[in-house]
């Protein structure tokens, strides 16, 4: 069955002090969740582990975040993100997502570490859903995905141009309005 077939439009909530955090391997497998995770997500833990982080994937993401997010993290940077996450049964829940790389003791990157926190909602509602609506669009006006990522991602990088930042500093700025 088709994930989008699976959406029920539903959105799952968390509380403010709880926070929901997962590690993975270099390949975005699933070496660790917390039970915020797995309560909000919807999953056993033996589901989880070794799967790819990307089976709790919204399809009404824009993949380009996606993109930046993995370029970021995988240049040994952190980044703070925007993310609808996708539940088991088709809800979903947003977050505002903190994700490192981890180190071993000679600081070679091991994996990744995401804590993801309650998103506030004026800017969810007001800067990053009608964004991220705006960016989905565009990859899905392309008949090749590649060219549609190829789009959505020319789109952020010239918002941010105009705007003289990088993604984290656009986030961090939303944050502190």
Not at 6 to 35: A, H, P, W
Not at 85 to 90: A, E, I, P, T, V
Not at 92 to 108: E, F, K
């Amino acid at each position: 069955m088709a994930r989008e077939a699976c959406l029920t439009g539903v959105e799952q909530f968390f509380d403010e002090d709880e926070i929901i955090v997962s590690k993975t391997d270099l390949k975005g497998r699933m070496t660790y969740c917390n039970d915020v995770f797995l309560r909000i997500a919807g999953y056993g833990e033996q589901e989880c582990l070794g799967q790819p982080h990307s089976m709790i994937r919204h399809p009404h993401m824009p993949r380009c975040i996606f993109q930046l997010l993995w370029e970021t993290i995988q240049d040994g940077r952190e980044i703070f993100a925007y993310v609808m996450n996708r539940c088991k049964n088709g809800d979903h829940y947003w977050v505002i997502a903190h994700v490192t790389p981890s180190r071993d003791g000679d600081g070679n990157i091991v994996g990744y570490h995401s804590s993801r926190r309650v998103p506030d909602r004026g800017i969810l509602e007001g800067t990053i859903m009608p964004l991220y609506e705006r960016l989905l669009a565009e990859e899905q006006r392309h008949g090749n995905r590649k060219d549609g990522l190829r789009a959505s991602m020319a789109m952020v990088k010239d918002l941010l141009s105009d705007k003289n930042m990088q993604y984290d500093e656009f986030v961090a700025r939303l944050q502190a309005a």
